[in-house]
């Protein structure tokens, strides 16, 4: 059974930084895509990061690009993302995403397992 299981978030003030982590296990994502998403309250899920393996890409959405950076640890089958420079806009929960295939999509729609989120709180 595949699992992804987010870890990091939390409450954090404007300016500061977090890390979240998303570690997988039941299979292995060495070769596929994966993205992190956020959803606010009231707000449809938003697509944050995603990285490529196969083609060595990352994409980021330009409400964070410059200030979030997300990585990949094949050996420890993980994902994070790394968030400087925190708004309160960034508040919402994140949400690991994986797929099936390598090609990388900003589509929630795309991506076949999900973590259960974690909560970033950031304060003015």
């Known amino acids: 059974q595949v699992q992804l299981v987010e870890s990091g978030g939390g409450l954090a003030q404007a300016g500061e930084s977090l890390r979240l982590s998303c570690t997988a296990s039941?299979?292995?994502?060495?070769?596929?895509?994966m993205g992190w998403f956020r959803q606010a309250p009231g707000k449809e899920r938003e697509f944050i990061a995603a990285?490529?393996?196969?083609?060595?890409?990352?994409y980021y959405s330009d409400s964070v690009k410059g200030r979030f950076t997300i990585s990949r640890d094949n050996a420890k089958n993980t994902v994070y993302l790394q968030m400087n420079s925190l708004k309160p806009e960034d508040t919402g929960v994140y949400y690991c995403?994986?797929?099936?295939?390598?090609?990388?999509?900003?589509?929630?729609?795309?991506?076949?397992?999900w973590g259960q989120g974690t909560q970033v709180t950031v304060s003015s």
């Open positions: 995403a994986a797929q099936r295939g390598t090609v990388v999509s900003r589509s929630h729609l795309s991506y076949d397992y």
């Open positions: 039941g299979r292995t994502f060495s070769r596929n895509a």
């Open positions: 990285f490529s393996w196969t083609i060595g890409s990352k």
